[in-house]
């Protein structure tokens, strides 16, 4: 492969032409295995690369309004290896939404996954949904964040019945998610705030508010970031 790599670097229009070829497959792919998992509403495209892992089981995609890349990459010599594993459970695509490779992942079981236009979640992360997730526009998920609302697991103190717990998930607009970042069950994040990376976030963060540490505290108030 490697000296595949390096002829096709000498003689770029061969690898532009394998390229398209490539990204023709790649949509006949999606077409044939994808789409039927798949509901547009409105003005809505979607496009799955053919190395994504996908299990549904009485589960949908809806993509409204815009488009939708998953592990989309028509590069010859890159695979896209997303996963979508979701028994029961409804992934909602609002707008433009990107689920870049190589290794980001949705896990949902009788849940509602929600992402809005602008977002981008980069490699390596993974949101684990077992009742609500929800993350707003303009967002910036970096690479091996992760996001569950439940523990994975029952518990219960003294002779308690041991219970999953379940607590949504909402991440507001315009929020900047840093790398290795976790954020657990029942928290809220308020519009335009910071999680720096490696953060785990344990309670509600205010809107423009800059969180930082294990677990997160307050380290600014009145942020404002770019992408």
């Known amino acids: 492969m490697r000296l595949c790599?390096?002829?096709?670097?000498?003689?770029?229009?061969?690898?532009?032409?394998?390229?398209?070829?490539?990204?023709?497959?790649?949509?006949?792919?999606?077409?044939?295995?994808?789409?039927?998992?798949?509901?547009?509403?409105?003005?809505?495209?979607?496009?799955?690369?053919?190395?994504?892992?996908?299990?549904?089981?009485?589960?949908?995609?809806?993509?409204?309004?815009?488009?939708?890349?998953?592990?989309?990459?028509?590069?010859?010599?890159?695979?896209?290896?997303?996963?979508?594993?979701?028994?029961?459970?409804?992934?909602?695509?609002?707008?433009?939404?990107?689920?870049?490779?190589?290794?980001?992942?949705?896990?949902?079981?009788?849940a509602t996954v929600a992402i809005h236009h602008g977002t981008v979640i980069n490699p390596s992360a993974a949101i684990i949904a077992g009742r609500r997730v929800e993350i707003g526009e303009h967002c910036l998920i970096a690479a091996g964040v992760l996001i569950m609302d439940n523990d994975l697991h029952k518990h219960a103190v003294g002779n308690q019945k041991p219970v999953r717990v379940y607590e949504e998930i909402k991440i507001g607009n315009h929020c900047w998610i840093?790398?290795?970042?976790?954020?657990?069950?029942?928290?809220?994040?308020?519009?335009?705030?910071?999680?720096a990376a490696g953060s785990v976030v344990t309670r509600d963060v205010r809107e423009r508010t800059l969180v930082g540490g294990v677990p997160a505290r307050v380290i600014r108030e009145n942020v404002v970031w770019e992408a």
């Open 5 to 110: 790599s390096v002829f096709l670097f000498h003689y770029p229009r061969l690898r532009n032409l394998i390229d398209r070829i490539f990204s023709v497959y790649a949509r006949f792919y999606s077409w044939v295995f994808f789409d039927r998992y798949i509901t547009l509403r409105g003005k809505a495209h979607a496009h799955i690369h053919p190395s994504t892992i996908l299990f549904m089981a009485n589960s949908r995609i809806i993509v409204e309004n815009g488009t939708a890349e998953i592990g989309h990459d028509p590069g010859f010599d890159i695979k896209g290896n997303c996963r979508i594993q979701m028994t029961n459970s409804t992934l909602h695509l609002i707008g433009d939404v990107s689920m870049l490779s190589p290794g980001s992942s949705i896990w949902a079981s009788y």
């Open 178 to 195: 840093g790398m290795n970042a976790t954020i657990l069950k029942g928290v809220t994040i308020g519009d335009g705030s910071i999680v």
